[in-house]
């Protein structure tokens, strides 16, 4: 059987090194060097524990392990073909795949490229010094202006996941703790992952406003460990771009008021006392976009109800939104009954007190 052409260089365009790395959920493993261009961290390939030996940088797509197991570096293709143990044809393909690309069997469609002819990848760098202009396949002016352009040409929007996590633990003692039920626990799909970049957290799916799963955030179940974080987010992942749970709330009745909570337990908790038209802007701060999201969701809805914690970040946090929401629609601030206060820990009776 003939081979299945793929044009090497528009799945190279169509994905970045980020998005292989986030496919492999390795990006959180990893940390962000050189102003956010560089990461570094352990060796995926020879599954190494040093966290320094695999470095990438993001606006080349290249790679490169130091170690002497591996000593070798390349494009996201080169990459894949590693981690596959395949040849860079077949990791193309796989990427076609898992990316939903629909190039594989097409002609050459990038506008990129002049010669139209289907072009290899470059060759591995095994045991070789790398020249810095390897990692660009190309130096010709359209390739160095597309790299230049990219930021441009994406909003900063959030990209959909192109996989779920599964086998997620959903009878794990913390939801019981939490007081959640099966119910919520399976409403909001949360569960306790055993494997990969949010092992040993409860991870909890967030889904943009048109309910595409976009990311997961990670609560570990109890007090971390010393200098892990109690939540974790994917690295990359635009927090300010999303409200939490908007796209749920989106299907409840209009014409009630919007209530906005700092955590997502909080949203949870909220939802399963009954109060459905809850989001979370996923800390204390209201980012622009969260702002304008929140102003189109509560259109044709009585407005915001401001719920944050009862502590100095969450009055701090408070006031900022207040002001910024109070002069696109109306805002209610409700403040806790005492410091220390959050949504999540208040009865049922203690929250219709406080929002009917
Ligand atoms: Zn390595």
Avoid at 180 to 188: K, M, Q, R
Avoid at 239 to 258: I, T, W
Wanted: hydrophobic share 35%; proline share 7%; aromatic share 8%.
């Amino acid at each position: 059987m003939p081979k299945q052409f793929i044009d090497f260089g528009a799945v190279k365009a169509a994905v970045s090194f980020q998005q292989v790395l986030d496919h492999y959920g390795f990006t959180a493993q990893m940390r962000g060097t050189r102003n956010g261009d560089g990461l570094e961290g352990p060796c995926p390939i020879h599954e190494g524990t040093s966290q320094d030996t695999f470095k990438v940088t993001l606006s080349k797509n290249c790679w490169f392990c130091h170690n002497s197991s591996c000593k070798c570096g390349g494009n996201h293709l080169d990459f894949v073909a590693k981690m596959e143990n395949c040849n860079a044809h077949e990791a193309a393909l796989k990427i076609d795949e898992w990316f939903n690309l629909g190039l594989a069997g097409k002609a050459d469609s990038s506008p990129q490229r002049r010669d139209g002819a289907p072009k290899s990848s470059a060759p591995s760098a095994q045991q070789q010094p790398m020249p810095r202009q390897r990692f660009n396949g190309t130096s010709s002016p359209a390739a160095e202006s597309k790299v230049a352009e990219e930021p441009q040409e994406e909003p900063g929007e959030n990209v959909p996941l192109s996989f779920k996590l599964e086998n997620l633990k959903t009878d794990h003692t913390y939801f019981t703790e939490r007081g959640l039920t099966p119910e919520t626990v399976a409403e909001f799909g949360l569960g306790f992952c055993a494997k990969g970049t949010m092992s040993g957290r409860i991870v909890i799916p967030i889904h943009n406003k048109a309910g595409e799963l976009v990311g997961y955030g990670g609560r570990w179940p109890g007090q971390p460990p010393e200098e892990r974080p109690k939540y974790k987010l994917p690295m990359g992942f635009k927090k300010s771009a999303e409200v939490f749970n908007l796209d749920r709330s989106q299907m409840e009745e209009k014409g009630l008021p919007l209530i906005v909570v700092e955590g997502f337990f909080d949203v949870i908790k909220l939802w399963q006392q009954g109060f459905h038209r809850v989001v979370s802007i996923m800390g204390s701060s209201l980012s622009p976009r969260q702002e304008e999201l929140l102003a189109e969701a509560s259109r044709e809805r009585s407005g915001i109800l401001l719920m944050f914690d009862e502590d100095e970040a969450g009055r701090a946090g408070r006031e900022k939104a207040l002001v910024r929401l109070a002069r696109r629609m109306f805002v209610r601030v409700v403040p806790l009954p005492q410091e220390g206060a959050q949504p999540d820990h208040l009865t049922e009776n203690e929250l219709h007190a406080l929002l009917d």
